[in-house]
């Protein structure tokens, strides 16, 4: 198998200006883009390493009436951890990109160096050099 077997999935209003942050701000890479009628982005790819994550449009959808907004619920009820070698050196990248800083950047308690941010619409993402695969 390659990759992981958990793949974050989110919803933006506005999926084309997302993928680009998420491109920008944490170095994803599009690996597939399905795109539709009115800038609507039917389904995401984004790789990092062996990582991924799929997001599409906000749109009134089976799939997507079970989703909330971080708006919608009155904030986050979830998050995104990235692992990164250097955390200094993606917060820095994460703010150019206009991440709004919810955690300021900081040591662990329990090792490692990390921060959080969130999206442009307000998605949590916690990043830091933390691996647990790599924890004894």
């Known amino acids: ?45 984004l790789v990092l390493g062996s990582s991924m994550v799929m997001l599409g449009s906000a749109i009134d959808s089976e799939y997507g009436r079970l989703m909330r907004q971080p708006d919608e619920a009155g904030g986050c009820t979830q998050s995104v951890y990235l692992v990164v070698p250097d955390a200094d050196e993606a917060y820095a990248r994460a ?20 921060f959080g941010v969130q999206d442009p619409e307000g998605h949590l993402w916690y990043v830091g050099t933390y691996d647990p695969w790599n924890e004894s």
């Open 95 to 114: 703010k150019a990109a206009g991440a709004s800083t919810v955690m300021e950047i900081h040591d662990e308690d329990y090792g490692g160096r990390g």
């Open 1 to 45: 198998m390659k990759g992981s077997v958990l793949i974050p999935c989110l919803r933006y209003r506005d999926a084309p200006r997302a993928v680009e942050w998420l491109c920008a701000a944490f170095g994803f890479d599009r690996q597939l883009v399905v795109p539709g009628p009115e800038g609507v982005i039917h389904h995401a790819q």
